[in-house]
């Protein structure tokens, strides 16, 4: 049966409420369902419950965006208790995104967009503040046609409305996710900037080194030729080909639970050899 291990709810930046999300699950046909939040495990106990109410298995999860100079870095956690170090570092994270988020309001102003870090606030329904709700505010109110213009013009690294963020080192964060029983893998590693075979084996063997568990390779917006490539690649590092759709609901429209873009299947076998490597 299919797993998908890497998704989004409403607690961080997803559409979905973590039971919605669940039951949206279930009706597809999943066996297991990662919930994997940006920096934040408050979504768990909900899910957990709707999960026992559909019958489908949830594993822990969490998603950090971790300092990289290249591109973007970032590492999917999976089978997380509620006690660890990592866990105990996800408040500083939340901070630095807090800060970062009313930083990135008052910025917004100052480009005559109108939008207020309450209505941001109501925007995330009490989780997770993320640029998607501050996206899809300013869709709604009428200055960019969908979200993907307003990351293309505006929230995208290196345009007027984005600011960065403190963020874990990938060494930290993976041994961090190590000592806290987690299993740290790559997430859509398209986003890591590196334009040679050597840099990505060399960037990649460092990270194996601090206790990197695999690499997601069947991703929902890959198409089947490009998941083949990149589990050979990840399988002759040492490392297991994990899989899921980076699922956010209608804040990232065409991507389904499951199936990604139609081309997205990750079988229960992938789920039993990361759970295996803890």
């Known amino acids: 049966m299919a797993v998908d291990l890497h998704t989004h709810s409403r607690v961080s930046d997803g559409s979905d409420s973590p039971s919605d999300l669940i039951a949206n699950a279930a009706s597809a046909g999943l066996a297991a369902i990662a919930l994997t939040d940006h920096d934040t495990l408050d979504g768990l106990d909900e899910a957990q419950l709707a999960a026992d ?4 298995r949830l594993i822990r999860g969490v998603e950090l965006s971790l300092e990289w100079s290249r591109g973007g870095m970032h590492l999917i956690v999976l089978f997380l208790g509620r006690d660890g170090p990592l866990q105990a570092r996800l408040s500083d994270l939340q901070a630095a995104r807090d800060t970062r988020n ?13 939008i207020t870090l309450d209505e941001l606030i109501a925007e995330a329904g009490g989780g997770v503040v993320g640029r998607p709700h501050m996206a899809a505010i300013l869709v709604r109110k009428g200055y960019f046609p969908d979200p993907p213009a307003v990351f293309d013009e505006l929230l995208a ?15 930290e964060a993976i041994q961090l996710a190590r ?7 790559i997430a859509h ?9 050597d840099e990505y084996a060399e960037a990649i063997s460092r990270l194996k080194a601090a206790g990197l568990s695999g690499i997601e390779c069947h991703y929902g917006d890959y198409p089947l030729s490009q998941q083949q490539e990149l589990a050979d690649t990840t399988r ?6 994990s899989g899921g759709s980076d699922y956010h ?4 429209a065409g991507l389904e639970l499951g199936a990604g873009r ?3 299947h990750v079988p229960d076998t992938v789920l039993e050899e990361l759970e295996a490597d803890q």
């Open 53 to 56: 109410r559909h019958g489908i």
């Open 102 to 114: 009313t930083r990135m309001v008052d910025l917004l102003q100052s480009l005559d967009y109108d």
């Open 157 to 171: 690294t290196g345009r007027p409305g984005y600011l960065g963020r403190d963020r874990l080192d990938p060494v």
């Open 179 to 185: 000592k806290s029983k987690g299993v740290p893998i």
């Open 189 to 197: 590693p398209h986003t890591l900037g590196l334009d040679t075979a």
């Open 236 to 241: 002759r590092f040492g490392l297991i080909p």
């Open 249 to 252: 609901g209608t804040y990232k």
């Open 262 to 264: 139609g081309e997205l």
